[in-house]
């Protein structure tokens, strides 16, 4: 038993002490409460496999529900987009919920609290009233309005739903103690004016609850056992229990605030504003411009759903916010992708290889296994001709003994092929190769069981047929910041961080096998990296995206 408690984090620890205590297995819920005012991110992908995973351990149902209380910046293709990743990553919600379902209760609430003495209207300016809030040492003071009558709070509270109130004419504010330590229990604004139409309910209400207020009365209305919540919400919790002791009766069970911290990841940003900055400035493309820590962009990428569940299980949750490195996130993705994406041959530096002794005008068709980490996978045909690509920097016209690729006087196997050896090189006017020229043995065919075949080069380049090859657009991205903190410098802004090298779009000849590859499909370009279709591709320019490479290149640099 111990053994089994000493693997439990923190949350499960939390939730096992209440099913010992207050619980049975039938209470529990979680919830998953995105505000759909931007695309999610990683760190958002790490509390949809908290709370759904809790779900799934302890059989219990989890909602997904938007917390849709500010209209000015709440969009429906933000809505649409969160159920896409949350699906996409695998889960399945027990209930798809809207804080704005509950507005009609929550002014009712409202209206109560105002009757039981719990909540005034306020007609100060939000200057004004940051203003007497006073300081974490020094107390606030009482608003000249605190003391205002229930029968006028009523009717100026009427007024504000009705949208007879200017935008900042008045807030209905809790009304608890201007003195507590805690300053968000200074009387905390409930409702503000907003005369804007809301994505859901159009222009009924002009007048929308404040996050502390919906949120929790939310968790209540749902019957959420343990509502998760980052760190930075962890001063809220009294005023949240506040809250639900107003509108909850003797006996009903009420949520239980618990707090985590954040998991930060180098090399990007996930605050939505600063997300939201990298598009409107056109630093990128979109939301899933691949290089954005976006859970679209991730999957626009390549990365898999798998990849992502099991970088959040690894980091786990704590109790202190620190630095997650990125590489950590890309070694989940080559873990994965190395078991499930077949091998292809793709040359993106090329250089031609002519195969003198090859008979001219003769082609064959050659077998590859698809992919060694999955017998099931099977194997495909890559035809051979006397002219070949391979990368330019695997051949040195001299080189010596650690350069184990191609060179003059020196052999190298062709992958699934043949063994060749350089014998001379063509240079253009200014130095440059433009072609190599080799001959072949040909008793070395891979897998043709000859003596000549099984004779040991240390050499083995992938390759491509010159005739054959598929001629398409790739996307080399790398991270988008070139230090890892770069929003942790005040001084300055944080996009003079971003890494010139993040993209480079380059032309690439891949084996014809992949002209029918379709969208998202993933593939390993031997000795390279992985790569998957990108949404923009066709028929006619088919695109690939490099989701990692085979190596982290960054661990060198560092």
């Not at 107390?139 to 900042?168: A, H, I, V, W």
């Not at 899933?288 to 690894?314: C, E, H, Q, V």
Request: proline share 5%; aromatic share 10%.
């Amino acid at each position: 038993m111990s053994e089994t408690k000493k693997s439990l984090n923190f949350i499960e620890q939390i939730i096992e002490e209440d099913l010992r205590s207050t619980h049975s297995k039938e209470d529990l819920k979680f919830r998953f409460p995105p505000e759909p005012n931007g695309y999610l991110h990683i760190g958002h992908a790490s509390s949809i496999c908290l709370n759904f995973g809790l779900g799934e351990k302890y059989n219990a149902p989890v909602n997904l529900r938007f917390d849709d209380t500010n209209p000015i910046k709440e969009e429906q293709e933000f809505v649409d987009a969160i159920k896409e990743d949350v699906l996409w990553l695998g889960f399945k919600w027990a209930e798809e919920c809207y804080a704005s379902d509950y507005f009609q209760q929550l002014y009712d609430w409202a209206v109560e609290m105002i009757k039981n003495g719990y909540a005034y209207v306020d007609s100060q300016t939000s200057e004004e009233i940051a203003s007497q809030k006073g300081t974490p040492t020094e107390p606030g003071k009482n608003s000249p309005y605190r003391d205002r009558s229930k029968e006028e709070n009523l009717e100026l509270f009427e007024q504000m739903k009705n949208g007879e109130t200017p935008e900042k004419g008045h807030v209905l504010r809790a009304k608890i103690d201007m003195a507590s330590p805690n300053m968000i229990m200074r009387d905390p604004v409930m409702y503000r004016c907003l005369h804007k139409s809301h994505h859901r309910t159009g222009n009924d209400w002009m007048i929308y609850p404040l996050y502390d207020w919906a949120h929790g009365e939310s968790d209540f209305i749902e019957r959420v056992s343990h509502s998760f919540c980052t760190l930075e919400f962890l001063p809220h919790r009294e005023l949240y229990n506040w809250f639900v002791e107003k509108v909850s009766k003797p006996g009903q069970m009420q949520p239980k605030q618990r707090e985590f911290a954040r998991r930060n990841l180098s090399h990007t940003v996930v605050s939505k504003r600063k997300l939201m900055q990298l598009v409107e400035k056109g630093i990128v493309k979109s939301w899933d411009d691949p290089r954005m820590p976006t859970i679209s962009g991730l999957r626009r990428r390549g990365y898999t759903p798998n990849s992502i569940r099991k970088f959040a299980d690894s980091i786990g949750v704590g109790k202190r916010e620190n630095m997650i490195d990125v590489a950590h996130l890309e070694f989940h993705a080559r873990e994965d992708l190395n078991m499930i994406a077949p091998r292809v041959m793709g040359v993106l530096n090329p250089v031609k290889v002519v195969i003198t002794n090859y008979p001219e005008g003769k082609e064959e068709i050659l077998t590859a296994e698809n992919n060694p980490e999955d017998e099931s996978a099977g194997a495909r045909e890559v035809p051979f001709s006397r002219e070949i690509y391979i990368e330019r920097e695997d051949f040195k016209e001299s080189a010596n003994r650690k350069f184990f690729r191609l060179s003059l006087g020196k052999e190298v196997r062709l992958k699934n092929a043949y063994i060749i050896k350089g014998e001379e090189v063509v240079k253009d006017s200014e130095g440059n190769i433009t072609e190599i020229h080799c001959t072949y043995d040909p008793k070395s065919k891979s897998g043709s069981g000859t003596e000549e075949s099984l004779r040991k080069v240390k050499g083995t380049l992938h390759w491509v047929s010159v005739k054959h090859a598929l001629e398409a657009e790739i996307r080399l991205y790398d991270r988008l910041f070139s230090v890892e903190a770069p929003d942790a410098d005040k001084e300055k802004d944080f996009t003079e961080f971003i890494n010139p090298e993040s993209l480079k779009v380059i032309t690439g000849y891949l084996e014809p096998s992949l002209k029918n590859a379709g969208v998202q499909d993933k593939f390993q370009f031997q000795r390279i990296g992985y790569f998957c279709v990108d949404k923009d591709s066709t028929q006619e320019k088919p695109v690939f995206n490099r989701t990692v490479s085979l190596r982290d290149s960054w661990a060198k640099k560092k």
